[in-house]
């Protein structure tokens, strides 16, 4: 449950989504929004997925919009 900044590759930008196409795996936990205290090898507690978050993300995974920081969870 540590922070792992990595790069992805930006495949189409529907305006408040933006389709990630490479660099994570469908099993990969994502933090949308990590702030800026965040930073690699941090610890964070992984909190549970509402439902309808789960399947949203499932059908189609996406990233907030250009300009902000993503990092994974390992």
């Known amino acids: 449950n540590r922070i792992k900044f990595t790069k992805v590759s930006v495949g189409r930008d529907l305006g408040t989504e933006i389709e990630i196409t490479q660099g994570i795996n469908p099993d990969d936990r994502i933090v949308a929004n990590p702030g800026e205290r965040l930073s690699d090898n941090v610890e964070v507690q992984i909190t549970p997925q509402s439902a309808e978050n789960a ?4 059908a189609a ?7 902000t920081r993503e990092a994974l969870a390992k």
């Open 55 to 58: 399947k949203a993300t499932a």
């Open 61 to 67: 995974p996406s990233a907030p919009a250009a300009g």
